[in-house]
């Protein structure tokens, strides 16, 4: 019998002292003085020890799936099948292919650095500790402002399904639907806001259930739609198919304004400290969500082509889906759309305002920002600065409706990103800093990672040239903040 | 020597009696400070700002349970899983029971329910350490049901107790475990109950020892199961 309460110091005090502890730190200050805030941590699977505290995993598999498809989903399925099939018919569908396999290319890589280094933060922490503190600047301020885009880009799809739902229940809204889409985007965006700073209730179980919800109710939706596209059933659907148009530059460029559809999986790194066991969790959710939404997506293109002509597509726009299921199944159709449309708009919208929490508390940990940026209130534990700093822009920019716009500019800022994460990994393989032990490796030494970062980086090109200006912007700003005010801090190969 | 968790939500200004420190006195203490966070803090952040404040409070604790005469140290957990927390902790620790806070003055009774699939043995052992040779006066409760007609485990543990100086009296009633143990608890200063089997009923209901101790006003001390990890362990040795 072992005896109980020898008085030992705790086991972590021990551990403390093996390999596992990190050897560089990251050193220097910013402009006011303060330094980043590194501890020698030990990870294991249920948590994060550091010298007088402890971090609980309390994230399993499933919330992080949930967190990874939740944040996909409303784009891929609710918004861009009008927009996408008006451009190029059921062509479409490869468009979501090739976003799919890009974005699989990258959460490749991006899994061997989570397992590596399961941080809050994600992509940033990745990137300036593989390629240093001007490319982790960029990506991690760009990380935030890519979420904001990518956030207001959730809330006007919203606010279109919204619009449509109030058409449904007999309330119509005069001459000018489009201020109405603003107003109940802008309201959403701050009811987001206000729910993230004051809400104490764990909503995670809530989005879980919003997610499972959401898959059952579009397997069914999909699988009556594939039966009636394929000739099986008959819905008494039009006859007239989406003109097809099978050329690779349209299909880019529709995969490049689609690519939104992806921005989640990596959203997935962003818990990376809160997942219980990471090293098998972390791919799994990462590329488990990426393979689930692209088969959703795929899948819906080909429905919502074949019911609809190119034409009807265009005039149906963002909310074309809600006119598939009418048309599928009749008025209920029409309203399961709705509230599924309603449901995954809200659930990515909040799953972004949460990563983008994470994203400035990874940047301000190590002093890019400054240390109130990350600040939370006792009264309900949550980051009001760094919520407040996502949930703010997000207003302004919700009002613009501008979908595309938002949609392409917040692809843009990820997909630089996404191309750096891959960049990193081979760079960090090659230094080889002695704490790198990933617990997942992707195979094929550095062909993954290289092809995906030409992927990403070439995605950009068949942008449109507007929204690949305001990213250079957004960019060129965010190294003006590094050399203006973290010139100092060396991050490169430190843990 | 048996050791006791004592989670304390610590930055919430949550202290322990002075009653309850008094009565581990006789036993080993983990003092878990832990802190709850909405799933949109990430835990590291809320490290950052409340550690030192944290760690300062946990050491005046542990120093007041080593005053009360047992050793003492401290743990500080940021968790989004209250119950998951506690759990890993005890595990960690091998903790052979759990103390819920609650308010108390000098502790001179204690009621201890045997109630329900615990295990009597490990009960008995921890109430017979924790007692000691203080005055403390045991009921030992017993709801009647299937369990009092199939073993004679509250003569069994009565006997066991009174062997080892303390002053027992035994009880039965009828109805359910949990309201027996309710309308017991105002005469006593302290509660013991064993952690149960998580079954069905726990599930629906929430578990029976938070539910003892969000209707009692004193504090609870809950028994744990017999650790299988540690068995194992115990018997490669």
């Known amino acids: 019998m072992k005896p109980f309460g020898v008085a030992t110091a705790p086991a972590y005090y021990l551990a403390g002292s093996e390999p596992l502890t990190m050897s560089s730190e990251p050193t220097g200050t910013n402009i006011e003085g303060e330094a980043p805030d590194a501890e020698p941590v030990v990870e294991t699977d249920e948590a994060t020890i550091t010298e007088d505290a402890e971090l609980e995993r309390t994230l399993g598999l499933s919330g992080g799936l949930a967190i990874g498809i939740g944040t996909m989903i409303g784009a891929g399925i609710f918004v861009f099948p009008g927009l996408a099939g008006a451009e190029v018919g059921t062509a479409a569908a490869a468009s979501f292919g090739v976003g799919g396999i890009i974005a699989l290319l990258v959460a490749l890589p991006t899994s061997e650095l989570a397992t590596a280094m399961p941080k809050s933060g994600g992509g940033y922490y990745f990137i300036s500790r593989g390629l240093g503190t001007l490319a982790g600047t960029i990506i991690g301020l760009s990380l935030w402002i890519g979420l904001v885009f990518a956030t207001a880009f959730y809330l006007v799809g919203l606010g279109f399904y919204a619009l449509d739902g109030l058409a449904l229940v007999g309330i119509t809204v005069g001459a000018s639907p489009g201020i109405i889409v603003s107003t109940i985007a802008v309201i959403a965006g701050i009811g987001f806001t206000v729910l993230n700073v004051t809400g104490t209730e764990n909503a995670a179980k809530l989005q879980n259930g919003i997610v499972a919800l959401l898959l059952s109710m579009l397997v069914a939706f999909l699988a009556f739609g594939m039966a009636d596209a394929l000739g099986l059933v008959d819905a008494g659907t039009p006859p007239g198919e989406a003109r097809n148009v099978w050329a690779v530059g349209p299909i880019m460029s529709v995969a490049a304004l689609v690519f939104t559809s992806y921005l989640g999986f990596a959203q997935v790194a962003t818990v990376a400290g809160e997942m219980k066991s990471p090293g098998r969790n972390l791919p799994l959710a990462m590329l488990g969500s990426v393979l689930i939404v692209t088969a959703m997506y795929v899948i819906t293109i080909f429905v919502a082509t074949s019911v609809f002509t190119q034409d009807a597509l265009a005039a149906a726009g963002e909310t074309a889906m809600v006119e598939i299921g009418r048309a599928l199944l009749g008025t209920p159709g029409a309203l399961v759309i709705i509230i599924g449309g309603l449901l995954a708009t809200m659930s990515s919208a909040n799953a972004s305002i949460l990563s983008t929490s994470r994203a400035i508390y990874g940047v301000s940990k190590d002093a890019l920002l400054p240390g109130w940026a990350s600040r939370i209130n006792l009264k309900y534990g949550t980051p009001h600065v760094a919520l407040g700093l996502a949930g703010g822009p997000v207003i302004v920019l919700a009002a613009t409706r501008q979908v595309q716009l938002l949609a392409e500019v917040a692809s843009f800022l990820h997909l630089i990103m996404y191309g750096l994460m891959c960049v990193a990994l081979i760079a960090i393989r090659r230094d080889r800093p002695e704490w790198y032990d990933p617990d997942f490796v992707v195979p094929g030494g550095p062909v993954i990672p290289a092809v995906g970062a030409v992927a990403s980086f070439g995605l950009i090109a068949f942008m449109d040239p507007l929204s690949i200006g305001v990213g250079l912007g957004v960019i060129a700003a965010t190294a003006g903040w590094y050399f203006y005010y973290a010139r100092d801090i060396r991050l490169k190969g430190a843990l | ?237």
């Open chain 2, 1 to 237: 020597m048996s050791r006791v968790l004592v989670p304390v939500e610590v930055l919430a200004g949550k202290t322990v009696a002075p009653g309850l420190m008094t009565l581990l006195g006789t036993v080993d203490v983990t003092v878990l400070g832990y802190h709850v966070l909405p799933e949109q803090t990430p835990p590291d952040q809320a490290r950052h700002q409340y550690e030192e404040r944290a760690t300062a409070a946990l050491e005046d604790l542990s120093e007041e349970f080593r005053a009360a005469g047992g050793a003492a140290d401290h743990r500080l957990v940021f968790t989004h899983d209250r119950e998951q927390t506690v759990t890993r902790i005890a595990d960690e620790i091998t903790a052979n029971a759990f103390a819920i806070s609650g308010m108390t003055g000098d502790v001179d009774t204690i009621l201890v329910s045997l109630s329900g699939d615990v295990a009597v043995d490990r009960i008995t052992a921890f109430v017979t350490e924790l007692i000691g040779d203080r005055e403390i006066a045991v009921t030992l409760l017993l709801a009647s049901g299937a369990e009092a007609a199939v073993d004679d485990r509250l003569e069994t543990a009565a006997t066991q107790l009174r062997e080892a100086g303390i002053d027992t009296n035994t009880s039965t009633a009828a109805g359910s475990p949990f309201d027996s143990l309710m309308d017991a608890a105002p005469t006593h200063d302290a509660i013991v109950i064993g952690e149960a089997a998580p079954s069905l009923r726990s599930l629906v209901f929430g578990d029976e020892a938070e539910r003892v101790a969000a209707s009692s006003v004193g504090p609870v001390l809950v028994v744990r199961r017999e650790e299988e990890k540690a068995e194992a362990t115990d018997s490669e040795q």
